[in-house]
């Protein structure tokens, strides 16, 4: 069992719809990242999420970080073919900064 | 800019043999990570370095090892391969707690 669970683990739109990729722990952390990933690529950050309750948007993403930092949520408006990809949360727990874990991600298709 | 830089990209080996992937950084990083990934399980750390001189276990470090050579390159030595390592191997780095990971551009390693 990972540290960070993500759902769904797949998830395929139409062009224009909304959709939102979760990511829950049982654990306090002391930030969580989101990342995305293309094929035969590294991880590229997206955003990172340091407040309780913080809510930040990156053009028509909008990323939450849960009010016990625990859990956060990826909103996507308006998805287009280029945000086609695989979406990782990842995240550092209070008592170890420097231990970074991901979750299994979230591939994202969306069709034109 | 180099970045993260990750040799070779790609290896096939035989059960039993051994072999050393080299990570190196030149960012001046002073934290350095070893993932491994499969399909559907995401990114899992398999040991990080917090700094030169440091590194611990991360969730699956059975059947590897590790050196942080020196600030900049940190390797992963698999001393039997077994055809369960059969992954993409990534390495990355980053400076201090809550900013971005860097990541290489990965090694795909068949263990047949």
């Known amino acids: 069992t990972q540290l960070l669970e993500q759902s769904p683990q797949f998830l395929s739109i139409q062009e224009g719809e909304n959709l939102t990729v979760y990511c829950n722990s049982s654990?306090?952390?002391?930030?969580l990242q989101w990342y995305r990933q293309e094929p035969g690529e590294g991880p590229v950050l997206l955003v990172t999420?340091?407040?309780?309750?913080e809510v930040k948007k990156l053009k028509r993403l909008t990323f939450q970080f849960g009010d016990a930092r625990k859990d956060s949520s990826l909103h996507i408006t308006a998805a287009q073919p280029g945000d086609t990809g695989l979406y990782l949360c990842?995240?550092?727990?209070?008592?170890?900064?420097?231990?970074?874990?991901f979750g299994a991600g979230t591939t994202v298709t969306v069709r034109a | 800019n180099a970045g993260v830089t990750q040799t070779p990209k790609f290896q096939v080996l035989k059960t039993g043999q051994s072999m050393t992937l080299q990570c190196a950084q030149d960012?001046?990083?002073?934290?350095m990570y070893w993932y491994r990934q499969d399909p559907g399980m995401g990114l899992r750390l398999i040991y990080y370095s917090a700094s030169e001189g440091t590194t611990d276990k991360g969730e699956v470090p059975n059947g590897y090892n590790v050196s942080r050579l020196n600030k900049r390159e940190f390797s992963l030595r698999l001393e039997s391969a077994a055809p369960s390592q059969t992954s993409v191997y990534f390495c990355?780095?980053?400076?201090?707690?809550?900013?971005?990971?860097?990541f290489g551009q990965g090694t795909r390693l068949t263990v047949v």
């Open positions: 999420v340091v407040t309780g309750g």
């Open positions: 990355a780095s980053k400076t201090i707690q809550n900013t971005e990971a860097f």
């Open positions: 990842a995240g550092s727990v209070f008592f170890n900064d420097y231990k970074l874990s």
């Open positions: 654990s306090v952390f002391s930030s």
């Open positions: 960012m001046n990083h002073n934290s």
